[in-house]
């Protein structure tokens, strides 16, 4: 929702990185304000993940120009683990298998990690096995899942909800949810909805990247931007994902190409 | 090295021998004299040997290590950290020689069922026959130097009998302490399952301290029909020590052998493993951890032979090499013309720590049936990075993410155990090491 008087969360200007030598994001602007949600659509390629991964700091992209302040403070300053701590969540598009770790110890280690570093109590496992599996019930999850090794011979869409489980754990200031509709069922979608529905505060920020319209009537966003070639070429509000999903995004590009030539 | 002076080298450690009591039987005086002769035929194996290509042990050669004649008066305080929780059957050797005071007696109702667990001396009246057909009978010596050695020595060890259809629910401890700088101790343990039968032994390598010295072990295991042994080496010897040991098991008709070696310790050491599957329908899994850091070397070499038809052999061998260590695994798969219908599965995975880090693994299959599956693979690699940024990118440091990755790859191993409280302590131990790191 959008609010007045709402801080700005993350204010990326003219962003550049590249992945081996290639220019993937040749200058995004963004700005995301406390309370707001936003969606980024895009055609396949367009960079929407390198830039969910960048801000989430991956080390395999570069970035060569521009600026992001997430808080005020520059966000490239803080290494991966620090973004996450300061309040940065992304839930991966392809969420990775670790097989070995039990996902309970992992879910355990990384919200008691998170808690202290806010200055908060750890929990032991018993009081936590408790509380995770409050979380699981709100994404209608197995606890059986807990016992399993993170993600491997999860489906696709149990991988999603358990990034949504994990975002429902640390509680993000901004959390980037990168496809994480695709893969899941009907009712999957509407329970990872409503999760997700339910973690929006005042105080924190959500930014949807997705291909369909579906999503966003569960989520209603407050801006919908589109990205091409690495810049975001279009922004507008709910409506533009229905004019999208009827004329396509040839509509959008040829409408800057033809501002452009105008 | 020259071979002659390695060859006076194994000459001047029989010295030893003459400590040794004659055996009231006549036929363990005659194999231990068979034993002296091969070991002064045989030397010290090099590099320039197929079978120790990446294992230099001529450091062996520098120190005239000697076996302890007089036992060491430890304590069950300083024995006690070793101990198995809940109760185990233990045996317990100091420096290769026998502690009653360290043992325990087989509890009442396992008593009933007839097990046997004693030290070998004890029992060579009682065991004559059983000992005579087993004991030198699966661990080949001919053209092994150190099975050689110990066999020379042969005079005190383990023994265990497991009678016919009796299902031992409580684990064997065999606890082999090392507590004397340059000594040498030929531990030798026998098991017997007989036909039906059921046990788990461990088989623990300790030191009380860190120090030169060197264990050379013998195991042998025979499993008659149906048997079912589940078989843990634990080798955690000192960091300086060397540790060289030959198991070789025997798997009859529908009998099932389940190995899990796990390498700690031990500035190098040697494992070799012979599973012979001489029954039909006999079945093994045989899986190994090598967990090893600055100077290390780990060498295990295994020979999984598959001789009648229908058996089935399962290996997945692991090394997180760290430092500048050296792992070493050679896993032979051996399908006779006999041994239509095996289904065999290797795969050695290795994870390297550090640029220093070394690792050779060679599978090495030589099939002579047509009809069989076998498959096989291995693998050499680093941390995955995706997954250390997945890890890091819910908060964990770079530190822990890395710990937890490596953690996870040897528990995979470790999950096998059936005894809870060494499955606990084995991964107290793994996540002790990737922490110091
Ligand atoms: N590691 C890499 N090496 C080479 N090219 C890469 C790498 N990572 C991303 N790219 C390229 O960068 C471009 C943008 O990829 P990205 O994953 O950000 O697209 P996307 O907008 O998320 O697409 P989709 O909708 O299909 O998920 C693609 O052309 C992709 O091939
Ligand atoms: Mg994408």
Redesign the interface.
Known sequence: MIYPDSKSLLEVRGLRATVNGIEILKGIDLTVRSGEVHAIMGTNGSGKSTFAKVLAGHTAYEVTGGTVLFEGKNLFELAPEERARAGVFLAFQYPIEIPGVANNQFLRLTYNTVQTQRGKDELDPLEFDDFVREKMKMLEMSPDFLDRSVNAGFSGGEKKRNEILQMALLEPRLAILDETDSGLDIDALRIVANGVNQLATRDNATILVTHYQRLLNYIVPDYVHVMESGRIIKTGGKQLALELESHGYDWVSSEQRAAAGA | MSVATASGYLESLLQGRAQLPISPLAWLNRLRAEAVERVGALRVPTTHDEDWRFTDISSLTKLPFQPVHAASPLQTAEAERFYLEPATIRLVFVDGMYAPQLSTQVPGAAGDSGIVVTHLSAAVSAHATTLESHLGRHAEFCNNAFTALNTAFLHDGALIIVPRDVAVDMPVHLLFIATQKEAASYPRCLLIAESGSAVTVIEDYVALQQGVYVTNAVTEIALADNAHVNHIRVQRDSGQAFHIADCAVSLARASRYQSTSIALGARISRYNLNVQLAGEGAECAVDGLALITERQLADTHTCIDHIKPHGSSRQLHKCIVDGAAHAVFNGKIMVRPGAQLTDSVQSSRNLLLSGRAHVDTKPQLEIFADDVKCAHGATVGQLD???V??????????M??RN??T???G??IIERIPVSSLRHRLKQTVLEHTQRN
Do not use: D, I, Q, V
């Open positions: 990075s995706e997954e940024f997945y890890l890091k990118s819910r908060g964990l440091s770079e822990t993410a937890l990755l953690y996870a790859f528990a995979e």
